[in-house]
């Protein structure tokens, strides 16, 4: 099955500063990526996600590229702002009806004021 | 995006009680449905997937008879935690894929206390 790791685990940074995570996988049939935050005590956001027939997309601060070759996707947030702090989620799908859907392990995003 | 409906958000129950969680999906129709369990400051793990009108499949480690899945109708999954002991207390959330393009929306979760 698919196996999703995600690093860092944890990462802090200066507001304006860039954050950059990183998730790897297994599955080479996986062609949809999304990426959750979750803030404490509250459901997972969708917060941007990509296909495999794209290689970068972004929204506003907020950017995701895939290596599918190498197997590997990342997210991008620019700008940071202390709101950007939370428990960020990747995952890598195969867009059928019944697979399901394994998340890495998360990383906790924190920005210092 | 889609809602997802979860509830109830918080239930404190009794050792050896049962508790249902319901999940709905409120404007769209969802033919799967995930029902993950999380722990303080740790990811999503996944225990079974509800399959509209099927049985549901259950992760290696989670017990069928212990969380018992019915995803009755394309709207609504439930999962009863049965016979809860302390142990089972944690954070539940569900999950459904809104179609055609499969895009993945939570519920709000239920925090689970078993005294």
């Known amino acids: 099955g698919e196996n999703v790791e995600q690093h860092p685990s944890t990462l802090s940074v200066q507001e304006g500063d860039s954050a950059v995570i990183k998730c790897t996988y297994s599955?080479?049939?996986?062609?949809?990526f999304p990426w959750y935050k979750q803030e404490l005590g509250k459901r997972p956001q969708l917060i941007i996600d990509?296909?495999?027939?794209?290689g970068e997309k972004k929204d506003q601060r907020i950017a995701v590229t895939l290596n599918k070759t190498a197997k590997h996707f990342s997210l991008h947030i620019t700008e940071t702002q202390p709101e950007d702090s939370a428990v960020y989620f990747c995952a890598a799908i195969r867009e059928t009806s019944y697979d399901k859907v394994i998340f890495g392990p998360g990383t906790s995003l924190s920005v210092i004021p | 995006g889609a809602v997802v409906s979860q509830h109830p958000s918080w239930v404190i129950c009794k050792s050896g009680t049962s508790v249902k969680i319901e999940c709905r999906s409120l404007d769209f129709q969802a033919t799967t449905m995930f029902w993950y369990r999380q722990f303080p400051k740790q990811s999503l793990m996944l225990m079974a997937t509800?399959?509209?009108?099927?049985?549901?499949?259950?992760e290696q480690g989670v017990e069928k008879d212990k969380f018992l899945i019915n995803h009755a109708s394309l709207t609504l999954s439930t999962l009863t935690v049965t016979s809860a002991h302390p142990e089972d207390s944690s954070f539940y959330i569900c999950?459904?894929?809104?179609?055609?393009?499969?895009?993945?929306?939570f519920g709000s979760g239920t925090q689970l206390s078993v005294l």
């Open positions: 509800s399959n509209e009108g099927s049985k549901a499949t259950y």
């Open positions: 599955d080479s049939a996986s062609n949809y």
């Open positions: 999950s459904a894929r809104e179609p055609p393009k499969e895009k993945l929306f």
């Open positions: 990509i296909r495999s027939n794209v």
